[in-house]
């Protein structure tokens, strides 16, 4: 490890701060029990401090420093405007206990991000509540499961989750105690139908589907595949994490879809990836609106001529409870909303549009030289192998590392599973031509690379702070308080 710890940079005696003379009485100390004899805090000036910490946040990678094509995630930029309006004074010091007379610029703020999604998702209730795009399945998987339970229909206990679908699938319906069973894709990278229908009977509560799929592929049967599903009597659960490909293109409630979650932090450009905390509204069909989770807010006095209308929070009348407290996370919900007007619905659209222009033509660079598995129009995302059988030690591990060399942000890899060596690409409908085109030269070099000199991709990183780790080993002996390090070490 070529950074110095703070532990390292200790000098006895040497303080950062002093503290006045204290103008109060002094207290005893705390019985003897209760004292430690030793606490190894590193002894430093203030101005050594900040140029530790200042220098490992420079190490950082970050959207604002450079392309981070990590697909699935969509790192898309984060307008700084957002970050202005969360900060009126108005929003951020509003206190959740308040009195609903007394916040109802944030309520309204709240109810019109509520309308947005409804009508970008063709939905007919919307909570705000999970606080990330897991955390908003759970939420919907639990409001399928209490919607057969409501209506006796206790059988039902099976989920199905095709192959392609995000890992975050199999783990929320797990936890919410229903069974999972994976459903094929087909050769196209589609659900497979005749898998589907072998599986379509009374134990079915529900199919989750990702579409497009993680292979960023449009499910060319996905109106058939809801419809078989709720034949059967299940509900279709939409993974709407990335939007992009969407956005006043398609509106998944409009396909049948009967539940979806939104991640605010992927399609609505609100920071993630160590930003802050994320956002995963949930959007259900009007037979499922009285089981969101509540508090949702909601106008409970339309007011007259004299009296503007009044927002309060309601609970639906048979909601499976809340699922965090307070009403989500609100600063995530004024960003978004800044978002969402600042483009507009006509932004909207283009913003998608833009997305899988982007990924094509990326795609289109590329896919001479690594091999497409599925070789389709993509949309915001695509998949590739990144492996050639003439150079079978070279892995899609070792590309990623190497794109670090080139001052890249590696794309998503091994992910989805159903491609060997998978490098899943989201360019995202922020980057300009000619991010998109040296990203690409730099792709290509490494394939050459791959083949006249495959060492160097074996060996990269070259010019990180921290060389190729081991990750097994990372886990395997976890270090994670300097403070105790340095114990050891005596
Ligand atoms: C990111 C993502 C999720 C999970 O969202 P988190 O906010 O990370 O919990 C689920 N599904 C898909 C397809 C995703 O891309």
Redo the contacts with the bound molecule.
């Keep these: 490890m070529g950074e110095p710890q703070l532990c390292d940079l200790s000098v006895p005696g040497r303080q950062g701060i002093r503290f006045p003379q204290p103008d109060v009485p002094l207290s005893d100390l705390p019985p003897a029990g209760l004292l430690r004899d030793e606490l190894p805090l590193p002894e430093m000036s203030e101005l050594e401090v900040i140029r530790h910490y200042t220098r490992l946040s420079q190490l950082n990678y970050s959207i604002d420093t450079g392309y981070y094509p990590l697909g699935?995630?969509?790192m898309k930029y984060n307008p700084k405007v957002n970050e202005e309006t969360v900060r009126l004074p108005g929003f951020a010091y509003a206190h959740p206990l308040q009195p609903v007379e007394t916040v109802q610029g944030s309520l309204v703020l709240l109810y019109n991000l509520q309308e947005w999604l409804k009508e970008i998702g063709g939905f007919a209730g919307i909570t705000l509540q999970p606080a990330?795009?897991?955390?908003?399945?759970l939420t919907g998987v639990l409001i399928i499961r209490a919607y057969h339970r409501s209506r006796g229909d206790h059988k039902r206990d099976k989920i199905l989750i095709p192959d392609s679908?995000?890992?975050?699938?199999p783990a929320t319906s797990a936890m919410s105690g229903l069974r999972v069973v994976e459903l094929k894709s087909d050769a196209r990278g589609n659900v497979d139908l005749e898998a589907l229908k072998l599986e379509c009977d009374d134990t079915l509560a529900g199919l989750m589907l990702?579409n497009p799929n993680?292979l960023g592929l449009f499910d060319e049967n996905v109106e058939e595949v809801i419809r078989m599903v709720h034949q059967a009597g299940g509900l279709v659960y939409g993974?709407g994490?990335?939007m992009n490909a969407l956005l006043g293109i398609v509106r998944p409630g409009d396909l049948g879809i009967d539940v979806l979650?939104y991640?605010l932090?992927?399609t609505f450009s609100t920071p993630?990836g160590g930003g802050g905390p994320?956002s995963?509204p949930v959007g259900v069909a009007e037979n499922l609106v009285d089981f969101l989770p509540g508090p949702i807010v909601d106008v409970i006095d339309m007011g007259d001529e004299e009296t503007p209308p009044l927002y309060g929070l309601v609970q639906p009348p048979k909601s499976i409870g809340r699922v965090k407290a307070f009403h989500g996370h609100f600063g995530m919900a004024v960003r978004a909303y800044t978002y969402l007007v600042m483009h507009g619905a006509q932004g909207l659209r283009q913003i998608a549009e833009m997305a899988v222009l982007n990924a094509n033509y990326l795609l289109s660079r590329l896919r001479d030289t690594y091999h497409l598995p599925y070789d389709r129009v993509c949309m915001h995302e695509f998949v590739l192998e990144g492996r050639w059988p003439e150079v079978p030690d070279v892995h899609a591990l070792d590309i990623a590392k190497r794109l670090m060399d080139y001052k890249f942000h590696p794309p998503t890899n091994y992910f989805p599973l159903i491609v060997h060596e998978a490098l899943m690409i989201e360019p995202t409908e922020t980057e300009s031509k000619e991010t998109l085109d040296t990203f690409a030269d730099a792709m290509l070099k490494i394939a050459e690379e791959a083949h006249t000199n495959p060492q160097l991709l074996k060996d990269a990183p070259h010019n990180t702070p921290v060389g190729r780790v081991d990750e097994v080993k990372a886990a395997k002996e976890l270090v994670l308080c300097c403070g105790v390090s340095a114990l050891d070490r005596e």
């Design positions: 699935s995630c969509t990330a795009g897991a955390h908003g399945e679908a995000h890992g975050t699938n990702t993680t993974d994490a990335n979650h991640n932090h992927k993630h994320g995963g």
